[in-house]
């Protein structure tokens, strides 16, 4: 019988059942779904809405740099699943879209504590 199934990759030994892995996958898309609710789309936020709610500029630059962030996230999330999700790489991108973001922003902290969690879902998966 060819293929390459889970079992001969060594997956049911270590503990990666398809059930984990279903749990797991869950849980990461609970997190990535949490933190694009820390902000309004931007694609909400045209200028007569901008206008007529006195958005400022500060929110502005956070909803765009926070999707950005949460948009590299679910594409990778979306191409490898939990598989290819990385500690490393979910830091590396909030390091890249959200580096000098204010931290009195109670929205930030917020998705900073989401993207904590699904860093730590991540790093379970992975082992680390």
Excluded: T
């Excluded at 049911?12 to 609710?37: N, V």
């Excluded at 820390?38 to 007569?48: G, S």
């Excluded at 991108?93 to 860093?119: F, G, K, T, Y």
């Amino acid at each position: 019988m060819g293929g390459c199934s889970l079992a001969r990759m060594g997956w049911f030994r270590s503990g990666f059942s398809p059930a984990r892995r279903k749990e797991a996958s869950r849980k990461a898309e609970h997190w990535l779904e949490a933190i694009a609710s820390c902000a309004l789309h931007p694609m909400y936020l045209d200028d007569a809405a901008v206008r007529l709610a006195g958005v400022d500029s500060e929110y502005l630059e956070f909803a765009d740099a926070l999707h950005a962030f949460h948009l590299a996230a679910e594409m990778e999330f979306a191409a490898k699943d939990i598989l290819g999700l990385s500690p490393d790489f979910i830091e590396e991108q909030w390091a890249l879209h959200l580096p000098e973001s204010e931290p009195a922003n109670a929205m930030l902290r917020a998705a900073r504590v989401c993207a904590d969690r699904l860093i730590e879902v991540a790093a379970e998966w992975h082992g680390i």
